[in-house]
Structures are given as structure tokens and as C-alpha cells.
């Protein structure tokens, strides 16, 4: 019999209700194979023997009409879990435990989902390669030494590596997608607004979007449905009908149009890019869509736009960190000098980079010249894509600019990693939900990443291109288990 | 244009974040590699584009003014790192 940790979601949970399988043997699998694969980093956090328990009382008392019955799922690190260490990925929140959960959270629990352990991430999500996380940089279980992506990289490695089944994720420039990507695996970021943003460690309000992450596109679909909900607790959550999304889901897309925008032919882009991203248009015409140019004119403004919006909101976000509610205090001579140590002790590298950079931009003198501009400059990059759904239903782009990059590779250059995030930003300053499947490997045998960009709300139709085009791609990622113990 | 390390330590003032005089330095140089790469906003006139503030197009909701919370005082200090009955605790701010 195939392992059960390599079976999907819906396998999983169509075993569990057909009765030929126990919620604890499913946990008891995850668990032993997340224990042998420590090298990986994945787990900040553990939740092995509570998760072990809990398994087993769902098992002597099973509810089978619940969505999520009796699966264990390992959750990124920014979510906060009642009573559950959540660090963000930051040595200033290393003792911090929630005294409430994440709206997200525990929408997965009230439908029988069970907590394995908190993943990874970069610290507070500021990152593309997992190398800014306090607890040290997460292995990719394609090769070794290769980054798994970021900021959601523990979630992507632990997904790519079989030790849950699905995750969940935060995107906030592209950290859902990205490291979907980078390790063969399917990542969603839904319309903002659609899943609430309570109880998930904040990085940048405007822009963050908690999704799904998983190995295929039907087990998004399905943690979609359970994750996406109206919460009077997020006064951006937004009050619309949402989808069945997994049974609604079809690979019926005759007739449906793509974009495919001509401003992603980014200069220094390497070839095996560009041809993934014809055989994609191929694969879609294939799947019975039909394909249209379009222009987003604004595109390459969205990036530095990016980085002055993004830091801005953190920095006023972070600002909450003065070791005085909770979190880590260093000790100081007087109130400042105690804040200031603190936050000097207590934020990494990269994220005091940004705090800098969003004080800088909102200080006195450079709000209109930056932070203002930037917003304007926003509602531009948002009207290309109004403009262009005049005329599509959705748009193709490949996810990523390269494949996985080396561990230290790019660390000591912001710049470099930021234009990691350039096909991805875009579809978090306009709001709408887009989509990461794997769709091929490059030279090296890395996998590469297609994305689907789609309408405000209109999630099923990004999950349904992805589904008929990944039948059709038919990608399996080839893992060797060289980290197993 | 460019930030100078004078700019960086006043703006780590207002961040509230100690710096080091050589991390200074260091932070000085990748603010304007940043600040070089954010400039080409500069390209585009936008003098007559209204600022997008919110994607999320909803005004805020209003709910009744009434507490919704039992006495949670004991959960708000549970992780704070001093505290003292019921009160957070810092350095003396009074001479």
C-alpha cells in the first residue's frame, strides 16, 4: 500500500470516513516521519503528543460530516494557537503564548482538524528564502542546501516533504506562492478580505492574506472552503457568498479566456522561464481556453511600490514590540533605553531593515514624496488589472523570476531577493487571488512554478484553470528522502 | 539622493532601535541601494490619481459600544515580561 503520508487530503479524508484508516494511525504516520526528518528545520514548534492525543479521541468519538475529520495539519508559525508557543520566526516573541486563536485556525479545528506543530517562516514574514527566521534557514526536500522559498518556507518544505498533508500559509508580497514554487507544490493566496486576518501576527494589514498550501489543487480547494469565512473580528474581513470550492471544483474551462500580460517578459529572464511559461499557454489551450494578449501597463512600478507600502505598514504594525505587554525585555537604563535594546536585541537583521525604511518613508517631510506616491501609484497598478478583466477571465504568468536558489546565495543583497516577489507583489497591491502549480523543472531538476491570477472572489475559476492545466501538466516531484534519519 | 548616517541614526531614534556605529554603516549602504530602486517611481506623474488606502472597498462596520469580553485582565498580563498585581511594570519614568 502507498505510504499514508504521500496521500493527499481528499485521500486521506476519503479513507478516514470509508473507515480504513484511524485518525490516529494518519497522525502517528506524520508524526513519525516529521521526527526523522529534523534536518529540514521545519518545526519551530511541536505539537506531536497533544496531536497524538487528540487523534485518538476523535477516533473513540468520530464525527465523519465534518470537512477536516481527524487530519493532523502543521500550521505556519504567525498564526497565533491558543495556549501554543507562536514566535512569527522572531527571537522578540521566542516566549510568547497566545491566550487566543487565529480565526483561520480555528476554523480548521471546528472541522475536526488537528494541530501537528508550527512551521518556520521568515521573521514576521519578511523574507523569500526562510534565511531571516530566528530559529535558522529551512531545508528544500528537493536538494539539499537549496532554499525552500519564504516567507511560508517550513510550510512549503513540510508539505513538499510529506510530513502534513496540507498547510496554511501567509502571502504578503508572494510568500504563499513563492515557496510554492520552489518546492513543487500548489500555493493559494485568496482575494484580501476573504480569510481573516485575527490572530495571525500582523507584517503588512493592507496586503496579508492567509491561504492554503498543498499538493495538489483539489486539497487547496477543500482547506479553502474551511479557512475562508466573514469575522466580524477583522474590520477588513469581507461578507460575500463564498463557494463549495472543492465540489463546485471542475476541469470543465472551455471557452474561458486568459491574459496573458506582455510587461512579465522581464529583461534577464532566463529561458527555461519563458518556454515554461509557453508551454503553460499551450497546456491552457489545451484545457479548451481561449488566449488573449494583454498589457499591465504598470507593472514594473509594482515592486518599488511595494517596498515602501509593505515597510511602512510594518513598521507602524512593529511598533506594538517594546517589551512591555509581552515578548521578549531586554534590560535598560530608562523607558527608551529599555525599548530601544529590546528591539535591537530582539528584531533580526531584515526585519529592523524594513522598520528603518517604513519610519523613513512615513517620517516627517517624505510621506507625501514616498508613502502617498506609492499609494497612487497603487491604485494605478490595481486599474491595469480592472482594465484587463474587461477583457479576460484570468491571467497567466509564471510565479517566480529563477527556480531555488542556494542557501546564502543572495542573503547579502536585499535587492536581489526583493525581485524574487516581482511576478507575485502585483497581485497583493490589487487585492486578488492567484494561485502557484507546479508546472516543470529547470537544468538542475528544481521546480518551477505557473501562476493564475484571478477576478476579486473569484477563487473557483483560478482553482479550475489550475485544475484542468495541472491534469494536463502532470507534474510529480521527485524526492529522494535524503534528509531521512 | 541619498540617506547619510546621520539620517540612519535619527531614524533608528524614531524606530526605537539601538544601533551599532559599524551596523549603522552597513544599514546606511542598503537603505540607498533600496532608496535607488524605489526612486523609479519618479518616472510616473500622479498628480491627478486618487491614493489607494484600502483594496478591501467597505466602509467600517459599527457594532453596538458594549463589552464583549468576560474579565480577561489576567490573559492580557500572562505574558508580559514583569509584572507587578496588575499592572506591566517598567523602568522608572518619574525622577
Known sequence: ?485 | MSIDLKTVKHISKLARISLEEKKAEKLADDMNSIFEFIEKLNELKTEDVEPLTSIAETTLRFREDKITSDNIREKILKNSPEKNDDFFVVPKVVE
Request: glycine share 8%; hydrophobic share 35%.
Open chain 1, 1 to 485: 500500500m502507498t505510504e499514508i503520508t504521500s496521500l493527499s487530503l481528499f485521500e486521506l479524508i476519503k479513507n478516514i470516513k470509508g473507515k480504513k484508516i484511524s485518525s490516529n494511525e494518519i497522525a502517528k504516520s506524520f508524526v513519525d516521519r516529521s521526527e526523522k526528518s529534523k534536518k529540514l528545520n521545519t518545526y519551530v514548534t511541536e505539537n506531536f503528543e497533544n496531536c497524538l492525543k487528540l487523534s485518538k479521541e476523535f477516533d473513540n468519538n468520530p464525527n465523519f460530516d465534518l470537512k477536516l475529520p481527524g487530519i493532523p495539519i502543521a500550521v505556519k508559525d504567525l498564526f497565533c494557537t491558543n495556549e501554543l508557543r507562536t514566535t512569527a520566526g522572531s527571537n522578540i516573541l521566542n516566549n510568547f503564548v497566545p491566550t487566543y486563536e487565529s480565526t483561520v485556525t480555528q476554523n480548521i479545528w471546528n472541522e475536526g482538524g488537528i494541530l501537528l506543530g508550527k512551521l518556520n517562516c521568515d521573521e514576521f514574514a519578511m523574507g523569500s528564502s526562510n534565511e531571516t527566521s530566528f530559529f535558522g534557514n529551512v531545508q528544500n526536500p528537493i536538494a539539499k542546501d537549496l532554499v525552500p522559498g519564504g516567507s511560508s518556507g517550513g510550510s512549503s518544505s513540510a508539505v513538499a516533504a510529506n510530513l502534513t498533508p496540507v498547510t496554511i500559509g501567509t502571502d504578503t508580497g508572494g510568500s504563499i506562492r513563492q515557496p510554492a514554487s520552489f518546492t513543487g507544490t500548489v500555493g493559494l493566496k485568496p482575494t484580501y478580505g476573504s480569510c481573516s486576518r485575527y490572530g495571525i501576527v500582523a507584517f503588512a494589514s493592507s496586503l496579508d492574506q492567509a491561504g492554503p498550501m498543498s499538493k495538489d489543487v483539489k486539497d487547496s480547494s477543500i482547506l479553502l472552503e474551511v479557512i475562508s469565512s466573514f469575522d466580524k473580528k477583522d474590520s477588513t474581513s469581507i461578507d460575500f457568498k463564498r463557494n463549495n470550492y472543492s465540489s463546485e471544483l471542475t476541469r470543465n474551462i472551455k471557452g474561458i479566456k486568459i491574459g496573458i500580460p506582455k510587461e512579465y517578459r522581464v529583461d534577464g529572464m532566463p529561458d527555461e522561464i519563458e518556454s515554461l511559461w509557453k508551454k503553460g499557454i499551450e497546456y491552457a489551450k489545451d484545457c479548451g481556453a481561449e488566449i488573449i494578449d494583454i498589457s499591465l501597463p504598470h507593472t514594473s512600478y509594482a515592486l518599488p511600490t511595494y517596498y515602501i507600502v509593505a515597510p511602512a505598514e510594518a513598521s507602524s504594525n512593529l511598533a506594538r514590540y517594546d517589551g512591555v505587554k509581552y515578548g521578549l525585555r531586554s534590560s535598560g537604563e530608562s523607558l527608551i533605553d529599555m525599548y530601544e535594546k529590546t528591539r535591537s536585541e530582539g528584531f533580526g537583521e531584515e526585519v529592523k531593515r524594513r522598520i528603518m525604511i517604513g519610519t523613513y518613508v512615513l517620517s516627517s517631510g517624505y510621506y507625501d514624496a514616498y508613502y502617498l506616491k506609492a499609494q497612487k501609484v497603487r491604485q494605478l497598478i490595481k486599474q491595469d488589472f480592472d482594465q484587463a478583466y474587461n477583457k479576460v477571465d484570468a491571467i497567466l504568468t509564471p510565479s517566480t523570476p529563477s527556480s531555488a536558489f542556494k542557501i546564502g546565495e543572495k542573503s547579502n543583497d536585499p535587492v536581489s531577493m526583493y525581485l524574487n516577489d516581482i511576478f507575485t507583489v502585483p497581485v497583493n497591491l490589487a487585492g486578488l487571488p492567484g494561485i502557484s502549480i507546479p508546472a516543470g523543472t529547470d537544468k538542475n531538476n528544481y521546480p518551477l512554478g505557473l501562476q493564475i491570477i484571478g477576478k476579486p472572489f473569484d477563487e473557483q475559476t483560478v482553482l479550475n484553470i489550475a485544475y484542468s492545466m495541472e491534469e494536463k501538466i502532470n507534474y510529480k516531484n521527485n524526492i529522494t528522502d535524503w534528509w531521512m534519519e
